[in-house]
């Protein structure tokens, strides 16, 4: 799924939102859930595709989001899809970007061009859903951060995201 720019001129970057798996979602049927997710950033918006009758889906499905700067906060609601009624919600995270963006600009002050290298570790926080320290990294071209996401608001549930930054310039 692409989600389009705006002002493509004007685009410094790439946010690849890679929403991998969910692991213990709750029950939203009668023994299962038909789980999909909604992630959204700013004012844009993308979905994954229904898993039916899953309670550890795994949908490996990556959304590109054209953006200026890895800044804000990206959402994430599961809904379990009804076909006569309307969704269910079955729970919802978030993360702040900001250690995205402190990564970029430590990629630049560092000249990182090729290899793999840890920038930064970002522990759980009011900030973010963390289960776990994830840690930002930088690998062929891209800031890469993998994160083991709670959802609130549920019973259980968790999502398995990585978030990939890539700057027009990172070349």
Same mark, same amino acid.
């Given at each position: 799924?692409?989600?389009?720019?705006?002002? /493509?001129?004007? /685009?410094?970057?790439?946010? +690849?939102?890679?929403?991998?798996?969910?692991?213990?979602?709750?029950?939203?049927?009668?023994?299962?859930?038909?789980?999909?997710?909604?992630?959204?950033?700013?004012?844009?918006?993308?979905?994954?595709?229904? @898993?039916?009758?899953?309670?550890?889906?795994?949908?490996?499905?990556?959304?590109?989001?054209?953006?200026?700067?890895?800044?804000?906060?990206?959402?994430?609601?599961?809904?379990?899809?009804?076909?006569?009624?309307?969704?269910?919600?079955?729970?919802?995270?978030?993360?702040?970007?900001?250690?995205?963006?402190?990564?970029?600009?430590?990629?630049?002050?560092?000249?990182?061009?090729?290899?793999?290298?840890?920038?930064? +570790?970002?522990?759980?926080?009011?900030?973010?859903?963390?289960?776990?320290?994830?840690?930002?990294?930088?690998?062929?071209?891209? @800031?890469?951060?993998?994160?083991?996401?709670?959802?609130?608001?549920?019973?259980?549930?968790?999502?398995?995201?990585?978030? +990939?930054?890539?700057?027009?310039?990172?070349?």
């Amino acid at each position: 799924m692409e989600e389009g720019a705006q002002g /493509r001129g004007a /685009r410094l970057g790439v946010l +690849k939102v890679v929403v991998a798996s969910g692991t213990n979602l709750a029950i939203r049927d009668f023994t299962s859930s038909d789980p999909y997710v909604v992630v959204r950033l700013a004012d844009k918006h993308a979905k994954t595709k229904v @898993i039916n009758s899953c309670l550890n889906p795994v949908w490996n499905e990556e959304m590109v989001f054209s953006i200026k700067e890895p800044v804000g906060i990206i959402k994430f609601e599961v809904f379990d899809r009804d076909r006569f009624k309307s969704d269910d919600k079955m729970g919802h995270a978030f993360l702040d970007l900001q250690p995205v963006a402190g990564a970029a600009k430590l990629r630049r002050a560092l000249k990182l061009t090729v290899g793999e290298t840890k920038l930064r +570790k970002v522990a759980p926080s009011a900030d973010n859903c963390l289960l776990s320290d994830s840690f930002v990294t930088y690998a062929d071209g891209e @800031i890469v951060l993998d994160s083991r996401l709670r959802l609130r608001d549920v019973e259980s549930g968790e999502l398995f995201v990585i978030i +990939k930054w890539t700057e027009a310039d990172a070349k």
